[in-house]
């Protein structure tokens, strides 16, 4: 009896140090979710998000990165420093016909740094929905979401189809208020911080302010309800999709990273983490119509598509497609209208079909929500284009 009580005792005290251990962890995560974006660590944060929560290695594969060819380099315009050092820019690269024309690293960052997206990976995951219906794994984006998730039967999304959910009209109520401690939004950050399940979280919506369809409103669970049914609908986990579609074809210089929460569903409406030149890799690759080097990754009728003004946004407001925004003023009636994959903290990816312009930002803006920032942010995209065409 009494080596079975010794036992015993030993066992809850491992159990008890485990808990412990897991509750400093979780301590230690909560405490960086609270400081991810003080100005003394927001720098170091945006390229260190893997340490921070659960996440993913993304395979860059074994083949031979893709070259990025080096241009004539650009004649920067006027007040292009300023704009870096008031917009806290870390990293930019401008592609011009998919040749290297300007690169810049700032704020103790370099070349190697893998640097959280933010919302910009929403744009991969509309492209990543953009493969599963070029192969007949969604048969329609007309069908509602709980054709491949079952488990929103009932919840705020039922009704709703992928179309709506694309085009961010749900209709479920979601407070994105990133100032707020209690919004959805960090309420959120906080279940990925503990390890809970993002899945579960979204079942947990019942509230909807308007039908499925009529109204527009960016609620970012909306694009974790895409991987959902991306999941359903091919049986593998976005991760394993992103790997084998995407980033091995794009040939990129570097692995990837995907946050995740305690299950390993990945945080798909902001958790990817790559270089720069990746992400123009990829740009550059979306600004091919859907090829890269030879090859068809997604095909054009679906960028075509998911880069089209269709969401019913309020006049004089960004535009807005399966994931990608379009500026307010852009003349979104021509074939080859400029878009851009957006991020919190000056994450861009901004595309000009018709100029042969990708650029890539990332950035520690803490600003990025005042009046007029995001309109001279366009601003200075449109003259690095006109600076990269010439006269």
């Known amino acids: 009896m009494k080596t079975l009580l010794l036992r015993s005792g030993l066992v809850v005290a491992i159990l008890l140090a485990a808990l412990?251990?897991?509750?400093?962890?979780?301590?230690?995560?909560?405490?960086?979710?609270?400081?991810?974006?003080?100005?003394?660590?927001?720098?170091?944060?945006?390229?260190?998000?893997?340490?921070?929560?659960?996440?993913?290695?993304?395979?860059?594969?074994?083949?031979?990165?893709?070259?990025?060819?080096?241009?004539?380099?650009?004649?920067?315009?006027?007040?292009?420093?300023?704009?870096?050092?008031?917009?806290?820019?870390?990293?930019?690269?401008?592609?011009?016909?998919?040749?290297?024309?300007?690169?810049?690293y700032h704020l103790g960052t370099d070349a190697s740094?893998?640097?959280?997206?933010?919302?910009?990976?929403?744009?991969?995951?509309?492209?990543?929905?953009?493969?599963a219906v070029d192969a007949g794994e969604i048969a329609s984006i007309d069908e509602p979401v709980t054709a491949y998730v079952p488990s929103l039967s009932g919840t705020a999304y039922n009704g709703a189809r992928i179309r709506h959910v694309l085009n961010m009209s749900s209709g479920v109520v979601f407070n994105e208020d990133y100032f707020d401690f209690w919004s959805d939004i960090n309420r959120m950050g906080r279940v990925l911080a503990l390890g809970r399940s993002m899945d579960r979280f979204a079942e947990g919506l019942g509230e909807t302010f308007a039908p499925p369809g009529q109204q527009f409103r960016y609620v970012s669970i909306d694009t974790h309800v895409l991987g959902m049914v991306l999941r359903g609908a091919t049986g593998q986990s976005v991760p394993e999709l992103l790997e084998a579609r995407i980033i091995e074809p794009?040939?990129?210089?570097?692995?990837?990273?995907?946050?995740?929460?305690?299950?390993?569903?990945?945080?798909?409406?902001?958790?990817?983490?790559?270089?720069?030149?990746?992400?123009?890799?990829?740009?550059?690759?979306?600004?091919?119509?859907?090829?890269?080097?030879?090859r068809r990754i997604v095909s054009a009728a679906w960028l075509r598509e998911a880069t089209r003004a269709s969401a019913a946004t309020a006049p004089g407001d960004l535009h807005y497609g399966y994931q990608w925004w379009m500026p307010a003023d852009e003349d979104v009636s021509r074939a080859d209208h400029a878009f851009m994959g957006l991020g919190v903290y000056g994450q861009h990816l901004y595309i000009d079909p018709e100029a042969g312009v990708v650029i890539a930002t990332n950035g520690a803006d803490r600003g990025f929500q005042e009046d007029g920032v995001l309109e001279r942010n366009v601003e200075m995209f449109r003259a690095l284009t006109a600076a990269a065409t010439g006269p």
């Open 20 to 104: 412990a251990i897991a509750s400093r962890e979780r301590i230690a995560q909560l405490l960086a979710v609270n400081s991810l974006f003080d100005p003394d660590t927001i720098v170091e944060n945006t390229v260190s998000m893997p340490e921070l929560f659960h996440s993913t290695e993304l395979s860059r594969g074994t083949g031979p990165v893709s070259p990025l060819t080096v241009g004539p380099p650009l004649d920067l315009p006027p007040g292009y420093a300023d704009w870096v050092r008031d917009r806290s820019v870390t990293a930019i690269v401008v592609l011009k016909d998919g040749q290297l024309v300007h690169e810049g």
């Open 113 to 131: 740094d893998r640097r959280i997206s933010w919302s910009v990976a929403k744009s991969y995951l509309s492209t990543l929905i953009g493969t």
């Open 250 to 294: 794009l040939g990129l210089e570097q692995d990837g990273a995907y946050i995740t929460d305690g299950y390993g569903v990945a945080f798909v409406l902001g958790g990817l983490n790559f270089t720069t030149r990746d992400y123009a890799r990829f740009g550059q690759m979306v600004q091919n119509g859907g090829t890269w080097q030879g």
